[in-house]
């Protein structure tokens, strides 16, 4: 690629530094969402302008090869002229009517054909409003409280999530953050992932009272986590057995994994699925579906309320729909981010590996995580064991090359159909480069 920057290390932010000073007195702590203020890897946030394809501008003109893709929706990179087409053809019908359109048939059709665990859809706006409500109908369905969820796995900030594990494997859960309530958190139940005995075990403590268990199939939120061998197919023969209704939370793996998600990769069939963010093209769309007995509980075919004003919104069914549908025309196109994100994964750890690092790289598909640690990471424990404080070195040396890396060891990074095989070995240039400057090497 010409327009290619050279690797670099000087970076004016002059601009980003401005903006950020004036948002921290208006917008708490000056970001709309907490990783954005980069406090887990220190620095200021970069203000961004503008993207196109695998490149960001941000507002000093400053260009990063992207590998967030705003965590996830960009899978055929920024701005692709399918996607904003559409957008530009629909705002010309209005913005909003709040009344039923055709584009939402279109769409739940489209899931549907994507997804075929799913028989009924709902459309909200967000991840976190597709996974509350997944486990409210859950609840009104099964008429039992309770729900199971995993260390490190992240369903969104609803307060039944947003509780954190107990002393004990069977005990049950405090709040996580200050206004959840003790209440809440004697409903959730956390479970380390991939341990198929502790939530046999947490089941058994809690027979005939838990609803549901969610879990991201793949997890994305403690950096990348693939399930165990017989992992998936375990839990989903627990919750068969006992009752209890499966959610997949797939806002992250749903359509970036394989057309149908990590359920079609793995050939599970859950209850329930949550999606989000690619599901929107990049505008906000959330969705929860599954069983047509279970979604039928639904508002108003059912008992169970859930609504939303801008639910359906013509603008973000425009730019899903486009992009869903470039998805399901161009399946050749997983296999292809699969290989170039294994050329990333294997060129990283071989560099890690020549620097006596050894460090474990995860990935699955398109996502993946470089673990600081040299332990094998197979749940949040194994996670922990990272080296924070040299990833956050890492993290700033390559925004300084021009790469712009998740802001937190904690995370997956994403692979757009935009990045090339040139632009794969730009990255590990800057990765090489990087790996030694933040370990003195
Ligand atoms: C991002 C995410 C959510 C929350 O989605 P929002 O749109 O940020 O509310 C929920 N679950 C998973 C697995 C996610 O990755």
């Not at 970076?11 to 004036?22: E, G």
């Not at 003109?61 to 053809?89: K, T």
């Amino acid at each position: 690629m010409s327009q290619e920057p050279a690797l670099r290390t000087d970076l004016n932010l002059a601009t980003s530094d401005a903006l950020f000073t004036r948002a921290k007195d208006h917008i708490p702590g000056g970001v709309n969402s907490p990783v954005r203020a980069f406090r887990a890897v220190g620095g200021h946030p970069v203000f961004m302008q503008s993207a196109k394809g695998a490149w960001l501008t941000d507002v000093d003109g400053n260009r990063y090869l992207d590998f967030i893709n705003s965590w996830g929706p960009m899978i055929l990179g920024h701005a692709p002229e399918v996607v904003l087409s559409a957008v530009q053809d629909a705002i010309q019908g209005s913005l909003s009517f709040g009344a039923p359109t055709r584009r939402e048939v279109e769409m739940a059709e489209l899931i549907k054909k994507m997804v075929p665990s799913i028989e009924k859809v709902r459309l909200v706006n967000s991840g976190t409003e597709a996974t509350m409500s997944a486990i409210r109908v859950a609840r009104g369905y099964t008429g039992r409280n309770k729900i199971i969820k995993f260390e490190g796995c992240y369903h969104g900030h609803g307060d039944s999530f947003l509780i954190a594990a107990g002393s004990g494997a069977l005990t049950l859960g405090t709040p996580d953050s200050p206004g959840v309530t003790e209440g809440v958190a004697q409903d959730t139940i956390t479970v380390a992932y991939n341990d198929l005995a502790a939530t046999h075990a947490a089941i058994e403590a809690n027979k005939d009272q838990v609803a549901a268990l969610i879990l991201e199939p793949v997890v994305g939120n403690m950096g990348l986590v693939a399930p165990a061998e017989g992992y998936l197919q375990g839990l989903r023969a627990l919750c068969t057995e006992h009752g209890i209704v499966l959610i997949f939370d797939e806002v992250m793996t749903g359509f970036r994994l394989a057309r149908g998600g990590a359920q079609e990769l793995y050939g599970i069939k859950p209850d329930m699925t949550t999606l989000g963010k690619i599901i929107g093209g990049g505008m906000p769309v959330g969705a929860y579906g599954g069983r047509q007995d279970i979604m039928d509980c639904v508002a108003p075919a059912g008992k169970v309320y859930q609504a939303g004003t801008l639910s359906g919104n013509p603008i973000a069914t425009a730019a899903g729909i486009a992009q869903l549908t470039y998805l399901h025309e161009h399946p050749e196109l997983y296999p292809e981010l699969e290989r170039i994100t294994t050329r990333i994964a294997d060129g990283t750890r071989q560099i890690a590996a020549e620097l006596g690092l050894n460090y474990t790289v995860n990935q699955v598909g398109s996502m993946f995580s470089v673990f600081f640690t040299d332990k094998p990471v197979n749940n949040l424990e194994d996670a922990k064991t990272s080296d924070t404080e040299a990833f956050g070195r890492y993290f700033r040396a390559m925004l300084h090359r021009g790469i712009y890396l998740a802001p937190a060891q904690y995370e997956a990074l994403f692979v757009s159909t935009a990045v090339t095989d040139d632009l794969v070995d730009h990255y590990l240039t800057a990765c090489r480069e990087s790996m030694r400057e933040a370990h003195g090497l």
